[in-house]
């Protein structure tokens, strides 16, 4: 099991004590993998100090990522809703116990407020809470009987689509992070996750947390890197059921395109997207199949 | 036993219920009118390869006047338009269809070549109820779950298949319609002539002109309308390959995309199963529509203890089916709907009997004009053979054995389409933990090809997305 840091570790350093630096890692199948390129990259505050390294992701790291998804999906779609709904919340309740941290690197990510910042990671936890709340609600709220002119019990209800390549926004690190990771599990898919390029710190913290909690691994796997160098592979991948291009920007037509040639599901970037507004399902229903199923009543 | 079996005697309804023009123009804005190019289609009977009709194709040209009617009449009359209203002439049209069913359903019957049993008893009762559903929620929206104030998107592009002509149109036109939509609708090149008896029956319900746009032509015809850029939603219904294509075409757009493509549907009967209905189930699942149906139970999964058994009755059953006149009402399998269809179903027969699969079709007598295809059943398949991947869209089935449940599963989602399956046993818990794994859209248990504008008919995985029918319909054709 990948170990905690505490989060006392981003304390200032005492005077003259050398500081540890960090060289981060994906999180694959449960797992922090290095990158199998053995690549890494710096990240930089928005005053440009250095960060930290975080992995530089290949296309083979995002192949092995749907797998583990692949793997996961099973298992995650079944279990029940309000299993789904108890390990979703105490990803939230860890979420809570890990404020002040993403506090600290929203606020070097972002610059700004400390009291900014910490409004944004508050808003982040309510909505994993908010997602969490929806596990077992979702398929009575999109699904229904239907009155068919016969003899027939006749019901439709959603099911999660399989595996969705997630390509986190750029800019808006962890509460657009969580918008849209949370929707996707929390109806039962499993998620192959590109983080913000600039800010990916937030996201590898997220890692420790979902590596630590009762999320069985696989279900999230969080790679840092370049939406340019990973996303074509995703979106032609046959395995990857749906996309949500939320942070590939200028790309997205492009990946739209290369989309077309497995029929995936896609759910296209939105201008000016409000993180803070209430999402309602609007992020979980594209990664919904419905499903009806006919029976005949009789004697 | 056999010669104690009286003949059928012919059945035949009667080809004079309905008048076919000569020759037919296109529909845009309220009027036929004649097409810019010169170039004309002619529409056979695929029973008997005599002509029907000629109607005219299309071009990039009409489409763009098309387009511009279904806009103009989306801002100025059927946008604004209360939902209370849509939905009368709604209601109005769907009366019309059961009113002139009997000739809707020979005329479709000829340009098909589908038995007029079918047409009779499955494509008109179902295209005019579909009417009757969506024209009820033009007014109730806001409580279709679909947000406060659901809006239409504006002008849909519509391209339907040529398996159920006009109950596909029903199934595109009437939520469209329903939701403020106005439609440019492009018919499939070999079975136009029920889209422009529909086009009449809107100008008899007085639907404001430029609502309902219908275009005949050919492929060329339906690409210059997917592509176009000013219509807000495309809906397809037809092949995964045109899916694909039209999926290309839609990105980065913006517009709004729904795809019903092909299938590879599983139909799995346990080893529990009532097996004389499992049998009729397998009968209707594979041979209804000449297996023209993208949801067909094409491929058997018969659990191995019962196979034997279950496969003599089949091919009993098979035996009696009437294959001949679509027009005669004891007609069970009608005609290949064209001769390129034909061609492809012998082509993949051809691939079965090569990969070693064994063929099997009753003693038919096929008529010697037309297009026919005698009902097929193959044997000892594999999942490798191309007769357990591709779509033969078809009277041919194939075959394949299972010894445990898992397995059934296993090989049941084991291809790239997603669209309907089959369980046949009597246990319910079995039923309902099948029908819980299998990834497909729609689940048939203990009875298959059945169909309801209530209920949302639609695909996973490369079968296609969105819903067509029922509520979950609705969402295809508005902003939430």
Known sequence: ?299 | MADQIFEYAPAPESRSVVSIDPSYELFIDGAFTPASGDERITTLNPADEEPLAEVAVATSADVDRAVAAARRAFDEVWGPMPGAERGKYLFRIARIIQERSRELAVLESLDNGKPIKETRDVDLPLAAAHFFYYAGWADKLPHAGLGPDPRPLGVAAQVIPWNFPLLMLAWKIAPALATGNTVVLKPAETTPLTALAFARICQEAELPPGVVNILTGAGATGRALVAHPGTDKVAFTGSTEVGREIARAVAGTGRRLTLELGGKGANIVFDDAAIDQAVEGIVTGIFFNQGHVCCAGSRLLVQESIADELLERLKARVERLRLGDPLDKNTDIGAINSAAQLARIRDLARAGAEEQAVGWSPACELPERGYWFPPTVFTGVSQAHRIAREEIFGPVLSVLTFRTPDEAIAKANNTPYGLSAGVWTEKGSRMLWAANRLRAGVIWSNTFNKFDPASPFGGYKESGYGREGGRHGLEAYVNA
């Open chain 1, 1 to 299: 099991m990948p170990r905690l840091r505490k989060t006392t570790e981003r304390a200032p350093a005492a005077p003259g004590r050398l500081a540890v630096r960090k060289t981060y890692k994906l999180y694959v199948n449960g797992a922090f993998p290095r990158s199998e390129s053995g690549r890494s990259y710096p990240v930089t505050s928005a005053d440009g100090r250095h960060l930290a390294n975080a992995a530089l992701a290949s296309r083979k790291d995002a192949r092995d990522a749907v797998v583990a998804a692949r793997k996961a999906f099973g298992g995650w779609s079944g279990r029940t809703a309000y299993n789904r709904g108890q390990i979703l919340y105490r990803v939230a309740e860890m979420l809570e116990g890990r404020a002040a941290q993403f506090a600290d690197e929203l606020l070097a990510a972002e610059g700004g407020t400390r009291a900014k910042a910490e409004e944004l990671v508050a808003a982040a936890i309510d909505r994993w809470v908010y997602y969490a709340g929806w596990t077992d609600k979702i398929v009575q709220v999109v699904g229904n009987a239907n009155p068919v002119s016969g003899p027939y019990f006749n019901q439709s209800t959603p099911e999660p689509t399989g595996v969705v390549a997630v390509f986190a926004p750029q800019d808006a690190p962890l509460l657009g992070l969580v918008s849209v990771i949370a929707p996707v599990i929390a109806a039962g898919s499993t998620a192959v996750v590109v983080t913000s390029e600039r800010a990916p710190l937030p996201a590898v913290t997220l890692a420790e947390v979902l590596a630590t909690s009762d999320l069985p691994g696989g279900v999230v796997n969080i790679l840092t890197g370049r939406v340019p160098e990973l996303a074509p592979h995703l979106a032609a991948h046959a395995d990857v059921n749906a996309l949500d291009l939320t942070g590939t920007g200028d790309l997205a037509r492009e990946l739209e395109e290369t989309a077309a040639a497995t029929l995936k599901r896609v759910l296209r970037p939105r201008e000016d997207e409000d993180w803070t507004a209430d999402p309602g399902l609007s992020r979980i229903t594209p990664f919904l199949e419905t499903k009806t199923v006919w029976h005949p009543v009789g004697v």
